[in-house]
């Protein structure tokens, strides 16, 4: 009864809002076993997202049971005489608006499932099964449960798997495992023609390309299949510090060439960030003490007043411990850090992995978490970063930065690309991610007017020089910008999947790519 007076409600929205043609019992007929609602408080929730810097509101809030309400939905949307759009919506944590739609109906992914599918694990074949809208906190618990876990992480698990298999999904195991995109077996998708498809590297291959790394443009996942491994139970967490950019990069890509070698001759992580705010450089060890290395940062000489953190990790079992300090020192005699700068604490896999939620706790309870964060992330040609370093963080930055910023190069080759994200054309890259929280109180340099326009900059600086960056999780707000940012092949392939599978421009229209055709 209630979610019939639900219906009742949103589609007297949609009449009111939209004017559709579209017949409004064709939604009471849709038969879903989920909730449709036109409430307020669900329409703002879906009005909103992480960035705090757009705002579309939705007709209708669409909180699915299953695949098929999903499939009945999208299909109602193509079906219809003049259509309305359907934006999948994960954790809601993207910047600029990406799963937001108005005219339409969001689809709250994450969350409220009425008959929760538990994530299915198959030990025997090392992969579980999980709701598209399946936070990765929440696969990594039932999967622990095994003794088993996923092989490849973001930095943060309050995120959905079809949110981050529509971008990448990217941290320190990239080098190694390939992105969370490279992870993946199988996925069930609803197409923009409301078809419910299962797909894999065997089965609609074209379909899983097109939907790894595709920006929620082709379908929505209502299953993934993700690889496992057997689970670490403890983590070595080491800090080491550079004043010289390129011995840092060096390194870097020291590490990250290790990939082919067994387990114990490389390390499981490797990320790394930029410190150049003066506030950070006293600070930022506080949390990460290792008694026994007693440097001052007043003794470090940061090259043009910035240092250079990499961050790796080795996981362990508690079985080859005793290993595990030997098999630390080898690797680290190869780089060439500051002597003494070194930081290691030791914890349980699962407090590494879930490590920013911490973060997020303390940032909430300081009311610090729910502010504009204009992001900015972007993927440098190895042969470039150098330039970057100069143009950026020793020149557009200043002294400033309003939050942390990671530099950490990938393998090409770890990609698939048949799938749909774009990086540069170079067998090595760096993710550059400027995770920046903007401030009403704050000084001139934490306004979101002072930290977008840097952003602008950086993207000047990058396009003036010609480094042929490319953005991650991109932002672009008309078609040219978009066919740029594919380049002229990947465009035309892009363009042909979304005629084949989302004809009608019905799915992630936040994303500004195609408009909607009706
Ligand atoms: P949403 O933001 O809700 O959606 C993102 C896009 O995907 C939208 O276009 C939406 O329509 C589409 N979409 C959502 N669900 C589906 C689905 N089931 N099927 C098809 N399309 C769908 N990213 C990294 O790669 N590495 C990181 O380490 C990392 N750390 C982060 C830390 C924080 C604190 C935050 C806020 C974000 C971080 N991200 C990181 C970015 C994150 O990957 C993106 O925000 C991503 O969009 C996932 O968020 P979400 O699940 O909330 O998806």
Redesign the pocket.
Known sequence: MATKLLVTLAICRLIVTVGFTFNPNDLLRLGLDGKLSADPADLEAASV???GLYRAEPVAVLYPATSEDVARLVKAAYDSARGFTV?????????NG????TNGVV?Q??GGLKNKVLTKVSEKLMYADAW??E?WIDVLTSTLEYGLAPKS????L??????????????GQAFNHG??ISNVHELD??TGKGELLTCSEKENSELFQA?LG?????????RARIALEQAPQRVRWIRILYSNFSTFTQDQEYLISLHGKPASQKFDYVEGFVIVDEGLINNWRSSFFSPSNPVKFSDLKAEGGVLYCLEITKNYHLSNADTIDQEIVILLKKLNYIPASEFTTDLPYVDFLDR?HKA?LKLRSKGLWEVP?P?L?LFVPKSRIAEFDKGVFKGILGNKTSGPI?IYPMNKNKLDERSSVVTPEEDVFY?V?F?RSALKNGDETQTLEYLSNQNYEILKFCEDEKINAKQ??PHYTNQREWRDHFGEKYWTRFQQRKLEYDPRHI??T??RIFMPSF
């Open positions: 997202d992480f960035g934006s999948a919506r994960g954790h809601g944590h993207s910047i990406q799963a937001m739609t689809v992914m994450s598209g809208g936070l992480w973001t930095d943060y309050y995120l959905t798997l079809g949110g981050t298999l529509s971008n990448a999904g990217i941290s992105p969370q998708v609803v939907v595709g920006l929620g443009q082709f379908g929505i996942i209502t920013v997020e964060h992001w992330n990671l993710l991610a995770l991650y999780l799915l992630a936040g994303q």
